[in-house]
Each structure stands twice: as C-alpha cells, then as structure tokens.
Nanobody
C-alpha cells in the first residue's frame, strides 16, 4: 500500500503564495505519477498539476504560470508552489499517487486552501 499525507494549506490573501507538500510512504518504489487535484464546494474534483516519475509535468490552464509542481524522489515528496493566488483557487487540495502495483490510485485526506479577496 501507499500512504499519502498532504500539508501546507491555509488562509492567504489574494496575490499571496502557499506551498503544499505531499509525502508518500509505503511501497514508494512503485510510485509512478503524482498529481494535485482540487475540489471547491459544489464542483467536481479537477486536476491542478501532475508530475511523472521522469519529471514530466502538466498543468491546468487556470494555473499555468502561477503554480509549479516539483518532486523530491529522495524524500518521496511532491510540492505544489502556488503563487499569485486568486479567490477562485479556494478549494480542498488533494494529492493522488499512482502505483505500478495497484490498479487504483491512493489519495490523501486533503488540505484546505482559502484565498481571501
């Protein structure tokens, strides 16, 4: 199994920054892609950014140029640096881990990000 723990959420004013962390444990050598998703009240969960085991990244159009995803394989941790935050970025942010050993992903419990105007 893979355990996933997110941290780093909080309350910030518009234009501010936050860095989220996603730490994986367990059979981490089986981990492939890791992604950050978010879900605002009344909305579906959506992909924010993802990074492959090889370091390839992709971003939602709404966050391109503002958010950066990075990966520290030695620490089994993925970061999401969020700059120039907007009120519409307010959501619960979840980390999703894909493992080559399992047909289903592993999710963290989520961390709340609130951006005030």
């Amino acid at each position: 199994q893979v355990q996933v723990v997110e941290s780093g959420g909080g309350l910030v004013q518009a234009g501010g920054s936050l860095r989220l962390s996603c730490e994986a444990s367990g059979v981490t050598f089986t981990i492939n892609a890791i992604g950050w998703y978010r879900q605002a009240p009344g909305n579906q969960r959506e992909l924010v950014a993802a990074i492959s085991s090889g370091g390839n990244t992709n971003y939602a159009d709404s966050v391109k140029g503002r958010f950066t995803i990075s990966r520290d394989n030695a620490k089994n941790t993925v970061y999401l640096q969020m700059n120039s935050l907007k009120p519409e970025d307010t959501a619960v942010y979840y980390c999703k881990v894909d493992s080559s050993w399992y047909s289903y992903p592993f999710w963290g419990q989520g961390t709340q990000v609130t951006v005030s105007s």
